[in-house]
C-alpha cells in the first residue's frame, strides 16, 4: 500500500501563500494520480486539485483556478500544491489522494494522507 505524509500547512494572513506537500512511500506501486482535497468544518470534503504522474496534466476546481498551482516530483514521488492569494474561505484541513496501481495483485487502489491544516486570518 501507499502511504502518504502532507505537510506545510499552518498559518497565514489573508493574501498570503503556502506550499503543501505530499510525499508518497511503499512498495510496488505505480501512482497514476494524485488529488488535493480539502474539508471545511461542516462541509463535505472538496476536490481542489489533481495531477497525472505520467502525462503531467492537471485540473483545478473553479475557486482556486489562478491561485493554486499543483506540480510535482518525480523522481522525490512527491507533489506540491502552491498556494497564492489565500482567502479565510481557503482554511480547510488539506488531504493528498493517490491513485494507485498495484502491481503484485493487478488492481488499482486508493490511499490518503493524514491532512494538514490551513488556517487562513482575515
Known amino acids: 500500500q501507499v502511504q502518504l505524509v502532507e505537510s506545510g500547512g499552518g498559518l497565514v494572513q489573508a493574501g498570503g501563500s503556502l506550499r503543501l506537500s505530499c510525499a508518497a512511500s511503499?512498495?510496488?506501486?505505480?501512482?497514476?494520480?494524485i488529488n488535493w482535497y480539502r474539508q471545511a468544518p461542516g462541509n463535505q470534503r472538496e476536490l481542489v486539485a489533481g495531477?497525472?504522474?505520467?502525462?503531467?496534466?492537471?485540473n483545478y476546481t473553479d475557486s482556486v483556478k489562478g491561485r493554486f498551482t499543483i506540480s510535482r516530483d518525480n523522481a522525490k514521488n512527491t507533489v506540491y500544491l502552491q498556494m497564492n492569494s489565500l482567502t479565510p474561505e481557503d482554511t480547510a484541513v488539506y488531504y493528498c489522494?493517490?491513485?494507485?496501481?498495484?502491481?503484485?495483485?493487478?488492481?488499482?487502489?486508493?490511499?490518503w494522507g493524514q491532512g494538514t491544516q490551513v488556517t487562513v486570518s482575515s
Open positions: 495531477i497525472s504522474v505520467a502525462r503531467g496534466s492537471t
Open positions: 489522494n493517490a491513485l494507485y496501481f498495484r502491481t503484485v495483485v493487478g488492481l488499482f487502489d486508493s490511499s
Open positions: 511503499g512498495s510496488r506501486f505505480s501512482i497514476n494520480r
